[in-house]
């Protein structure tokens, strides 16, 4: 707890809801400032609840980044991301409803309609890095409050970080007079261990085709922190034996470079250096498997 904080401290959980890929991870990333949540150009790469923590002068902002509602593929995991979607609703004071500039779809009025009637909701259009004309950021702002009052409309590019000042204060009117719930340093309440294993998922769903990120899952086997070195020893599960030859690529190419890749990202995150070493195992079957997932930590 920060001494520090003034009396009109703001204090809140801001969940980030909308679509698959529309840019709630990345949105997240920057209001944070640091890599707490995985992003791709997929839909669905987002599958736990994330949380991540932005300390300004007076407010501080408990974002919950969660998983674009699932209506594709009915197993175990998809029901356990739906319910963290869920979770993350009711627990929030005000939510972030983020849209893509590029137009409104069926897909934005359904998350919408799941938005609880009590909270303040702020929309976000975003990718507006990306937009014509402003004319048109304008038409899907009316398209968009047709379907809900909301408290206030900001355009946004979480890509170069326009509009986020705006939005920001805009959330932080929404929220409840209180003190600080965590350090003015955290950033997540997720472990190294956890975030390693989601920076090897990311590279995953960047570095293979269409199939394999959904198939796939990382654990991580071992985790050593020796000063300011980790030693870190992670294995991808993978559904199909003809999945683990595409992962690792031609003579194991693919996946050096997921490994490498991931071990930066690593190395930033931490401000540590760190060894990792990557192993592909089929098992069929993961995400139907109760035992598997709770491993995973998903129930
Ligand atoms: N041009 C542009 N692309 C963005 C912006 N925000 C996110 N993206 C891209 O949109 C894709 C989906 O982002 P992600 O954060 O994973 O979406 P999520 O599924 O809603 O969490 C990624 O390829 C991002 O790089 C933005 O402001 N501008
Ligand atoms: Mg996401």
Redesign the pocket.
């Known amino acids: 707890m920060s001494a520090a904080a003034p009396p009109d401290q703001r204090t809140g959980y801001v969940a980030i809801a909308?679509?698959?890929?529309?840019?709630?991870?990345?949105?997240?990333?920057r209001l944070v400032g640091a890599k707490v949540?995985?992003?791709?150009?997929?839909?669905?790469?987002?599958r736990h609840r994330i949380l991540g923590v932005r300390t300004d002068a007076t407010a501080q902002f408990v974002f919950l980044?969660t998983?674009?509602f699932q209506t594709r593929h009915r197993n175990a995991l998809n029901r356990a991301m739906n319910k963290s979607v869920t979770d993350a609703l009711a627990s929030a004071d005000v939510v972030i409803f983020?849209i893509d500039g590029a137009g409104w779809r069926a897909e934005d009025a359904a998350v919408c309609a799941l938005l609880p009637p009590r909270l303040p909701v702020v929309l976000a259009i975003?990718?507006?890095?990306?937009a014509k004309d402003q004319g048109r950021l304008m038409a899907l702002a009316a398209r968009a409050a047709a379907e809900r009052d909301f408290s206030a409309i900001v355009p946004?590019?979480?890509?170069?970080g326009?509009g986020l000042d705006d939005l920001v204060a805009a959330v932080a009117k929404r929220m409840p007079t209180a003190q600080r719930m965590y350090e003015d340093d955290m950033l997540t309440d997720r472990s190294e261990r956890f975030l390693a294993a989601e920076l090897i998922r990311e590279k995953v769903f960047r570095l293979s085709g269409e199939e394999i990120p959904y198939g796939s899952e990382v654990t991580i086997e071992k985790f050593e922190e020796d000063g300011n070195l980790r030693r870190i020893q992670a294995t991808i599960l993978v559904d199909r034996p003809g999945h683990k030859a595409i992962l690792l690529g031609p003579k194991g190419e693919r996946m050096k470079r997921i490994a490498s890749e991931a071990r930066i990202d690593m190395e930033a995150l931490f401000d540590a250096k760190v060894f990792l070493e990557v192993w592909v195992k089929v098992k069929s079957g993961w995400a139907d498997s109760a035992t598997t997932l709770k491993g995973l930590g998903y129930i």
């Open positions: 909308g679509r698959p890929n529309v840019g709630k991870s990345t949105l997240l990333n949540s995985i992003t791709s150009r997929k839909a669905q790469t987002t980044d998983p674009g983020v975003n990718k507006a890095d990306t946004v590019s979480a890509r170069t326009k």
